[in-house]
């Protein structure tokens, strides 16, 4: 016969641990320490030396020179003495090959024989 002891209490126990965050602030602290590092690196000054940023002078003089002029006795003239050439017409082209028409009807195949078990 079946138990009907109904007077069983099942108790479940959820246990959370709660954590202060530790290691993501570790994570993001290494992070932050790497790329301060990667930007010393990339922009930093090598040698230590301050730069100078300084101009030497008050004034700054500038003289751009003009490139030499064109020859002139490259110029190309045109003879209208000469005669203009008539255009030419296209020559016919040659007539193409007949093409090979495919049959009305395909003629009547013999149907396969059936398959059978060995």
Same mark, same amino acid.
Do not use: H
């Given at each position: 016969?079946?138990?009907?002891?109904?007077?069983?209490?099942?108790?479940?126990?959820?246990?959370?641990?709660?954590?202060?965050?530790?290691?993501? /602030?570790?994570?993001?602290?290494?992070?932050?320490? @790497?790329?301060?590092?990667?930007?010393?690196?990339?922009?930093?000054?090598?040698?230590? /030396?301050? %730069?100078?940023? =300084?101009?030497?002078?008050?004034? =700054?003089?500038?003289?751009?020179?003009?490139?030499?002029? #064109?020859?002139?006795?490259?110029?190309?003239?045109?003879? *209208?003495?000469?005669? #203009?050439?008539?255009?030419?017409?296209? *020559?016919?082209? #040659?007539? #193409? @090959? +007949?093409?090979?028409?495919?049959?009305?009807?395909? *003629?009547? %195949?013999? +149907?396969? @024989?059936? /398959? =059978?078990?060995?």
């Amino acid at each position: 016969m079946a138990d009907n002891d109904t007077t069983k209490t099942y108790v479940r126990d959820t246990r959370t641990t709660e954590t202060s965050g530790a290691s993501m /602030a570790l994570i993001v602290g290494g992070l932050v320490v @790497a790329v301060g590092f990667i930007l010393w690196l990339v922009f930093g000054n090598g040698d230590g /030396a301050v %730069v100078d940023n =300084t101009p030497g002078a008050d004034t =700054t003089n500038v003289t751009v020179e003009p490139t030499q002029p #064109a020859d002139s006795t490259t110029n190309v003239t045109i003879d *209208a003495d000469e005669p #203009a050439v008539e255009p030419v017409t296209p *020559a016919e082209p #040659a007539p #193409a @090959a +007949p093409v090979e028409t495919a049959p009305a009807e395909p *003629a009547p %195949v013999e +149907p396969a @024989a059936p /398959a =059978t078990n060995p």
